[in-house]
Each structure stands twice: as C-alpha cells, then as structure tokens.
T-cell receptor, first 112, second 114 residues
Framework: GDSVTQMEGPVTLSEEAFLTINCTYT??????LFWYVQYPGEGLQLLLK?????DKGSNKGFEATYRKETTSFHLEKGSVQVSDSAVYFC???????????FGRGTSLIVHP | GAGVSQSPSNKVTEKGKDVELRCDPI?????LYWYRQSLGQGLEFLIY????????KSGLPSDRFSAERTGGSVSTLTIQRTQQEDSAVYLC????????????FGSGTQLSVL
C-alpha cells in the first residue's frame, strides 16, 4: 500500500542554520505530495504542496521539490528561526483517492 | 466558527467504558476525516465522510469503533468498551470537498484509557 517515510527526530538546530527534513514515499500512479506543520498546542496546518513531478512547493521560506525519480519530497529552509520549532508531517494523496496518508512526523527544535 | 473544533480536548476513562468524541467542522466543508495519532506513530486514518455519501470506514481498527455525521456537519466518534491501546490523540479534519486537497485540522482529543 501507499506509505510515507520521514527521517527520525528530533532535529535540533541553532537559529539561522540550514534545514533538511527527508521524506520518501511509496505510491502507485501519481500522488499529490504535502508538508503539514503542527505548532505546539495547535492543529496541523498545510505548509506547502506539489501535485506533479518537478513541481516545487514553497511557503514561509520553506521549499520542497517533487522528485519522481527518487520518490522524494524533502523539506528545506535556508535559515531557520526559533518560531519554526514544530512537528512536520509529510503526506501523500494517491491519484483517484481522497484520503491522505501521513508520515510519523519529525520534530524540529530551533535554539536561539 | 473560525476553525475545526473538537471536544473534549482531554478525556480520561477507565478500561471498558464507552467514550464519545465530537468534531465540529468548518461551516460549508462537506468532507470530514478522523485520524488517530499514537505516541511515536504517524496519523492513522480511521474514517472519511463526504456529503451524503456512505462513509469510507476502511480505517476503523475494530467493530468497537464507529462514527456518525449528522446533517452533514457535526461528527461523533464512539469507542465502545475502551482498551488501553485506544489511548491516543484523535484528530478531526475537514475540507471543502473531495476535490479539495487542503485539510483543516482541529487540535485533537487526547484520550487516556486507564
């Protein structure tokens, strides 16, 4: 079945460091790919998405590129802030389905 | 309301008791999802409602779990004869409809079964 694999956390960085959170997926067909973020005490919210190969999703300085050849959708940010501390979830929605599959989440902790 | 509302935010119950968890989706959203998040695990899909169509119950882990959605709005997830392995955060999400990919999540209900 369809699945999403994320790197284990927590990821601990100093402010202004470069961030990469790895995400790979297994799916038939052409899924849409997403990153959701969950800030402390809040619900998950959509951060960015990409719907086809080579698409780049971006928002709030975060980027991720849909790589079909490596079945990956890694999240990157050039300079993290303390306010980026949260749990990040990679997800896919298979073509023809309306039900997203989520990864386990990766906790990011950014120190001043 | 401004967002998806879930109640209660925390629920502690004894093994064997029944519990009901409530979700108020965003007004006008026809799609509603329930997920479960256990410690160290990802979000596990439970059930999906879309308008007046029959729900997709393929994720419900056992017949102790059931859900309904009244009037196409509020949803209730019921767990009968709770077990300790049911302890988790139960998340509800809604979207404008099946063609809309963006889900809006509530803050969840933390269920603890003693």
């Amino acid at each position: 079945g369809d699945s999403v694999t994320q790197m284990e956390g927590p990821v601990t960085l100093s402010e202004e460091a470069f961030l990469t959170i790895n995400c790979t997926y297994t799916a038939t067909g052409y899924p849409s790919l997403f990153w959701y973020v969950q800030y402390p005490g809040e619900g998950l919210q959509l951060l960015l998405k990409a719907t086809k190969a080579d698409d780049k999703g971006s928002n709030k300085g975060f980027e991720a590129t849909y790589r079909k050849e490596t079945t990956s959708f890694h999240l990157e940010k050039g300079s993290v802030q303390v306010s980026d501390s949260a749990v990040y979830f990679c997800a896919l929605r298979p073509g023809g389905s309306y039900i997203p599959t989520f990864g386990r989440g990766t906790s990011l902790i950014v120190h001043p | 309301g401004a967002g998806v509302s879930q109640s209660p935010s925390n629920k502690v119950t004894e093994k064997g008791k029944d519990v009901e968890l409530r979700c108020d989706p965003i007004s006008g959203h026809t799609a509603l999802y329930w997920y479960r998040q256990s410690l160290g695990q990802g979000l596990e899909f439970l059930i999906y409602f879309q308008g007046n169509s029959a729900p997709d119950k393929s994720g419900l882990p056992s017949d102790r779990f059931s859900a309904e959605r009244t009037g196409g709005s509020v949803s209730t997830l019921t767990i009968q004869r709770t077990q300790q392995e049911d302890s988790a955060v139960y998340l509800c999400a809604s979207s404008l409809g099946q063609g809309y990919e963006k889900l809006f999540f509530g803050s969840g209900t933390q269920l603890s079964v003693l």
